[in-house]
């Protein structure tokens, strides 16, 4: 295939079948081709990559893995002990989205908890330009995770320009090993309180006892991780069986999972590439959970934690 770039650059594309051993024209061909086809999640990406289909995607689901019947489980068969992590994906305007995972020691991952306090939250709608969503400041956050996780909030110097908090383990709370929060939380600005100066919403998770660290923002690595924990393996008494799991007590992680979608285009262009993101509404919980998936999460024995019941 040969394609002149907009400066004038000739560009060769072999395609596989160029070599006689992968020509679906022969047996041996057709082995290779369908031996291929099997390495892929989707037929789209399959399309993509062996035929160098850029338009492949687009319109089509992320996650046509994700099967409710397989992936998701009722909220008494998740784990009680678990090696808790967390992530955040901060708002200016929407709410801001929490999701929690636990990882079991078998190394399955658990998606037990979010948060998005949206008043459209688990439902197939958006609001319209005329709603207002609902708004929170992000010390009630803080204090809400807190509360969510067993724990609470010790506050100094309450609504004063010096409020601070440390976040402190109860008894039977959770213990969160790691969090991660969105980088854009540092550009986003926010108050902690009433008469408090204004800081990044970063700043203000951090002083008011919430740390998070950095995750990878890449949506491709994420979405490939997510991926691999989608498919099917087999278990010698669960049959075939992913290696995560969604607690319908989750109910807006799962809507996400199932409608999110490739661009469309209404006009076919000569470069593509660039066109292999999915659409920015409704992810706010996919996204979180893409920084966990790439963050080599696992089971630590000796920071494992009875799960809170929800």
Same mark, same amino acid.
């Not at 950095?214 to 991926?227: F, L, M, N, Q, V």
């Given at each position: 295939?040969?394609?002149?770039?907009?400066?004038?650059?000739?560009?060769?594309?072999?395609?596989?079948?160029?070599?006689?051993?992968?020509?679906?024209?022969?047996?041996?061909?057709?082995?290779?081709?369908?031996?291929?086809?099997?390495?892929?999640?989707?037929?789209?990406?399959?399309?993509?990559?062996?035929?160098?289909?850029?338009?492949?995607?687009?319109?089509?689901?992320?996650?046509?893995?994700?099967?409710?019947?397989?992936?998701? =489980?009722?909220?008494?068969? =998740?784990?009680?002990?678990?090696?808790?992590?967390?992530?955040?994906?901060?708002?200016?305007?929407?709410?801001?989205?929490?999701?929690?995972?636990?990882?079991?020691?078998?190394?399955?991952?658990? =998606?037990?908890?979010?948060?998005?306090?949206?008043?459209?939250?688990?439902?197939?709608?958006?609001?319209?330009?005329?709603?207002?969503?609902?708004?929170?400041?992000?010390?009630?956050?803080?204090?809400?995770?807190?509360?969510?996780?067993?724990?609470?909030?010790?506050?100094?110097?309450?609504?004063?320009?010096?409020?601070?908090?440390?976040?402190?383990?109860?008894?039977?709370?959770?213990?969160?090993?790691?969090?991660?929060?969105?980088?854009?939380?540092?550009?986003?600005?926010?108050?902690?309180?009433?008469?408090?100066?204004?800081?990044?919403?970063?700043?203000?998770?951090?002083?008011?006892?919430?740390?998070?660290?950095?995750?990878?923002?890449?949506?491709?690595?994420?979405?490939?991780?997510?991926?691999?924990?989608?498919?099917?393996?087999?278990?010698?008494?669960?049959?075939?069986?992913?290696?995560?799991?969604?607690?319908?007590?989750?109910?807006?992680?799962?809507?996400?999972?199932?409608?999110?979608?490739?661009?469309?285009?209404?006009?076919?262009?000569?470069?593509?590439?660039?066109?292999?993101?999915?659409?920015?509404?409704?992810?706010?919980?996919?996204?979180?959970?893409?920084?966990? =998936?790439?963050?080599?999460?696992?089971?630590?024995?000796?920071?494992?934690?009875?799960?809170?019941?929800?």
């Amino acid at each position: 295939m040969l394609k002149v770039t907009p400066d004038g650059m000739p560009v060769l594309r072999l395609m596989f079948d160029a070599d006689p051993d992968k020509d679906p024209a022969n047996e041996k061909g057709r082995a290779w081709l369908e031996q291929k086809r099997k390495e892929f999640t989707n037929e789209a990406i399959f399309r993509q990559e062996l035929y160098i289909d850029y338009g492949a995607k687009r319109g089509q689901l992320v996650f046509p893995e994700f099967d409710r019947a397989l992936h998701c =489980v009722d909220p008494s068969a =998740v784990p009680e002990q678990l090696t808790v992590y967390c992530a955040i994906d901060p708002h200016p305007r929407t709410p801001h989205a929490i999701l929690w995972i636990g990882v079991d020691r078998w190394e399955d991952y658990w =998606v037990f908890r979010e948060l998005w306090p949206s008043k459209v939250y688990g439902k197939p709608k958006n609001l319209s330009d005329t709603d207002e969503d609902n708004r929170y400041t992000t010390k009630e956050y803080v204090e809400i995770i807190a509360m969510l996780e067993g724990n609470r909030i010790e506050w100094c110097d309450p609504e004063t320009d010096n409020e601070h908090g440390f976040y402190r383990e109860e008894g039977h709370g959770e213990r969160i090993v790691e969090r991660f929060m969105d980088q854009a939380g540092k550009g986003f600005r926010a108050r902690g309180g009433d008469g408090t100066p204004e800081l990044s919403i970063s700043d203000v998770y951090h002083d008011y006892g919430i740390s998070c660290r950095d995750p990878i923002k890449s949506h491709e690595t994420g979405e490939d991780a997510i991926r691999e924990l989608l498919k099917l393996r087999h278990h010698n008494t669960l049959g075939q069986w992913p290696r995560i799991h969604f607690s319908t007590d989750c109910p807006e992680i799962i809507l996400e999972m199932e409608k999110w979608r490739y661009k469309s285009r209404n006009r076919q262009l000569d470069e593509l590439e660039l066109w292999q993101e999915g659409i920015k509404a409704r992810r706010h919980l996919i996204d979180c959970l893409r920084y966990l =998936v790439t963050a080599d999460l696992g089971w630590i024995d000796r920071l494992a934690s009875r799960r809170k019941p929800s």
